[in-house]
T-cell receptor, first 114, second 111 residues
Framework: NAGVTQTPKFQVLKTGQSMTLQCAQDMNHEYMSWYRQDPGMGLRLIHYSVGAGITDQGEVPNGYNVSRSTTEDFPLRLLSAAPSQTSVYFC?????????????FGPGTRLLVL | KQEVTQIPAALSVPEGENLVLNCSFTDSAIYNLQWFRQDPGKGLTSLLLIQSSQREQTSGRLNASLDKSSGRSTLYIAASQPGDSATYLCAVVYNFNKFYFGSGTKLNVKP
């Protein structure tokens, strides 16, 4: 199993540009989540999904969009990048709710918005 | 809003020492608490999960305790090794699938 994979590993954007961060898992997990990690702060939940076709907002959803058309993929879209979105983004998945099941994390995508 | 605090922010110890990492949270109505390890440039690895009804969990040299009434959890690492060097994060699960993470303790174990 490849586990949770994220692409790209690193990206530089200009303010106002849009992009999609890719996340895929091959463990047939129903639950997937996106987090951002900023220096000196813990991870913060952006959006999560409890299954294909079902998504919900986390703690910091503004400026981000998600969809879940398949069990395997959970892309995160930045609609109009802002410098405040400079961060490291992690995708995670679990068989059941992350609260009860071990979450598996991807290696992260480092995003720099100029 | 749930606030999660980890003290100390950084810790350096010689190999072989036993050590304790601390995590405190403001709202005791938690679902569970989890400890993670993060290596530089990598994602998080789950270490231990303590349900709200439990007092502690053990895995190898790691032991995590939970005191909901005081809003505290500790991660005890026995006989530390250089390979334990990493950042340790605690996360309080306040709702069904909503995690609140602390900012972590960066541990350095010197050979």
């Amino acid at each position: 199993n490849a586990g949770v994979t994220q692409t790209p590993k690193f990206q530089v954007l200009k303010t106002g540009q849009s992009m999609t961060l890719q996340c895929a898992q091959d463990m047939n997990h129903e639950y997937m989540s996106w987090y951002r990690q900023d220096p000196g702060m813990g991870l913060r939940l952006i959006h999560y999904s409890v299954g294909a076709g079902i998504t919900d907002q986390g703690e910091v959803p503004n400026g981000y969009n998600v969809s879940r058309s398949t069990t395997e993929d959970f892309p995160l879209r930045l609609l109009s990048a802002a410098p405040s979105q400079t961060s490291v983004y992690f995708c995670a998945s679990s068989y059941g709710p992350g609260a009860r099941e071990t979450q598996y994390f991807g290696p992260g995508t480092r995003l720099l918005v100029l | 809003k749930q606030e999660v605090t980890q003290i100390p922010a950084a810790l350096s110890v010689p190999e072989g020492e036993n050590l304790v990492l601390n995590c405190s949270f403001t709202d005791s109505a938690i679902y569970n608490l989890q400890w993670f390890r993060q290596d530089p440039g990598k994602g998080l690895t789950s270490l231990l999960l303590i349900q709200s009804s439990q007092r502690e969990q053990t895995s190898g040299r790691l032991n995590a305790s939970l005191d909901k009434s005081s809003g505290r959890s500790t991660l005890y690492i026995a006989a530390s090794q250089p390979g334990d060097s990493a950042t340790y994060l605690c996360a309080v699960v306040y709702n069904f699938n909503k995690f609140y993470f602390g900012s972590g303790t960066k541990l350095n174990v010197k050979p």
